[in-house]
């Protein structure tokens, strides 16, 4: 089966710098990545996501790319803030959407 | 629109017991799916349903059962309570097509164990 890897687990980065987070994945049948930000007691948020025909997804401060030959994407944020502090998932799936495999998380802190 | 709901948001079980976690959307999506999160290990998927009457199992089912009898629930199934079970449950349902598969979660059940 699927299976997601994610790093770092933790990130600390000061307030304007940028924040890269990378994932890999193992099944080549996977097409859809999402990305998710947990804040502390909450429940997971989409953020940003990226199909497999799709090389970058830009939203604002957020970015996602991906390389299917590497099977690898990554997440990024540029001029991060302190609200950016949360954990970070990474997730893939086959099909619509069914049977996520999520990445282990990464802890970002945005220090001011 | 209510979106995922769970109930209860919190629980303490001694071991063996039995108990149903509750999960509800108002959103007519199709697939809803169960998750456990435990500390350093992200999400792993317990059990799935792609609709009504439909489930399957996931990467961690042992010691949970799942129904969906209707598209707006899907309740999970503590048989006999473990401590191994201490968790925070959610709940998400996933919209179907479209630019994005977005899956919503629900606010999570936090289970405790004894």
């Known amino acids: 089966g699927e299976n997601v890897e994610q790093h770092p687990s933790t990130l600390s980065v000061q307030e304007g710098d940028s924040a890269v987070i990378k994932c890999t994945y193992s099944?080549?049948?996977?097409?859809?990545f999402p990305w998710y930000k947990q804040e502390l007691g909450k429940r997971p948020q989409l953020i940003i996501d990226?199909?497999?025909?799709?090389g970058e997804k830009k939203d604002q401060r957020i970015a996602v790319t991906l390389n299917k030959t590497a099977k690898h994407f990554s997440l990024h944020i540029t001029e991060t803030q302190p609200e950016d502090s949360a954990v970070y998932f990474c997730?893939?799936?086959?099909?619509?959407?069914?049977?996520?495999?999520f990445g282990p998380g990464t802890r970002l802190s945005v220090l001011p | 629109n209510a979106g995922v709901t769970q109930t209860p948001k919190f629980q303490v079980l001694k071991t063996g017991q039995s108990m149903t976690l509750q999960c509800a959307q108002d959103?007519?999506?199709?697939?809803m799916s169960w998750y456990r999160q435990d500390p350093g290990m992200g999400l792993r998927l317990i059990h799935y349903?792609?609709?009504?009457?439909?489930?399957d199992q996931g990467e961690v089912p042992n010691g949970y059962n799942v129904s969906r009898s209707t598209t707006e629930d899907f309740p999970l199934r503590l048989l006999s309570a473990a401590p191994s079970q201490t968790s925070v449950y959610f709940c998400?349902?996933?919209?179907?097509?479209?630019?994005?598969?977005?899956?919503?979660f629900g606010p999570g059940t936090r289970l405790l164990v004894l």
């Open positions: 998400a349902s996933t919209r179907r097509g479209g630019p994005q598969e977005t899956q919503y």
């Open positions: 099944d080549s049948a996977s097409n859809y």
């Open positions: 990226i199909r497999s025909n799709v």
């Open positions: 997730a893939a799936s086959i099909g619509y959407g069914q049977n996520f495999v």
């Open positions: 959103m007519n999506h199709e697939y």
């Open positions: 349903s792609v609709g009504a009457g439909i489930t």
